[in-house]
Nanobody
Framework: QVQLVESGGGLVQAGDSLRLSCAASGRTFSTTYAMGWFRQAPGKEREFVAAINWNGVRILYSDSVRGRFTLSRNNAQNTVYLQMNSLKPEDTAVYYC???????????????WGQGTQVTVSS
């Protein structure tokens, strides 16, 4: 099994920054896994935010966060980081980390999910 634990969420003002972390563990976790971040705002469907392949060479972003968010990973620590800059009220959501043992995708075809961390951006 694989466990994913997100951290770093909180309440910030518009224009501020936050860095989310996702620590992966488990007997079957591999650094070859693709990792992704999704978010879900109240009353809305879960949406893709960003994803990174196993070696960090390929990274995908949604149009709504491209240029403001940066995704990276540290395979030695089994951790991925989502640096979020210039936050907007519309970024308010629960952010979920996900992992899959295949190529990165923007759909929610991920095998493992974390519990989520709340990000709230006030105007």
């Amino acid at each position: 099994q694989v466990q994913l634990v997100e951290s770093g969420g909180g309440l910030v003002q518009a224009g501020d920054s936050l860095r989310l972390s996702c620590a992966a563990s488990g007997r079957t976790f591999s650094t070859t896994y693709a990792m992704g971040w999704f978010r879900q705002a109240p009353g809305k469907e879960r949406e893709f935010v960003a994803a990174i392949n196993w070696n960090g060479v390929r990274i995908l972003y949604s149009d709504s966060v491209r240029g403001r968010f940066t995704l990276s990973r540290n395979n030695a620590q089994n951790t991925v980081y989502l640096q979020m800059n210039s936050l907007k009220p519309e970024d308010t959501a629960v952010y979920y980390c996900a992992a899959r043992s295949a190529m990165i995708v923007t759909m929610d075809w991920y095998d493992y999910w974390g519990q989520g961390t709340q990000v709230t951006v006030s105007s």
